[in-house]
C-alpha cells in the first residue's frame, strides 16, 4: 500500500466478529462525509510475525474536513473514551 492518500479502514483494522457491521457503516459514513462516532471490537495482531492477537474496544470519531474532498477519524481505546481531547 503506497498511495497514503487513499487508506480504507477495512485493510487497517479487522473485527472480532465477521458478523459485526461497525466497520462497514464506519467506511460507508466516512464516504458520504458524514459526522459521528462508531464503536467496534477488533482483533490486535503483534509480535515479530503478529502470532500474538488481543481483542480490544475502540472508539471511532470521524468527520469531513471543510471545503476538501478529505475526511479523518480519530481511533481511541475504550478506555480512554471518557476523557477530552
Request: glycine letters at 4%; aromatic letters at 20%.
Amino acid at each position: 500500500m503506497n498511495d497514503y492518500k487513499n487508506v480504507d479502514i477495512l485493510f487497517l483494522e479487522q473485527e472480532y466478529n465477521s458478523s459485526d457491521e461497525q466497520l462497514p457503516q464506519l467506511r460507508r459514513a466516512m464516504i458520504n462525509g458524514e459526522t459521528g462516532h462508531v464503536q467496534a471490537t477488533v482483533k490486535k495482531f503483534y509480535g515479530q510475525q503478529l502470532h500474538r492477537v488481543y481483542i480490544q474496544t475502540q472508539n471511532y470519531y470521524y468527520a469531513p474536513i471543510l471545503n476538501t474532498p478529505y475526511r479523518y477519524a480519530f481511533v481511541f481505546k475504550y478506555v480512554y473514551h471518557f476523557y477530552c481531547i
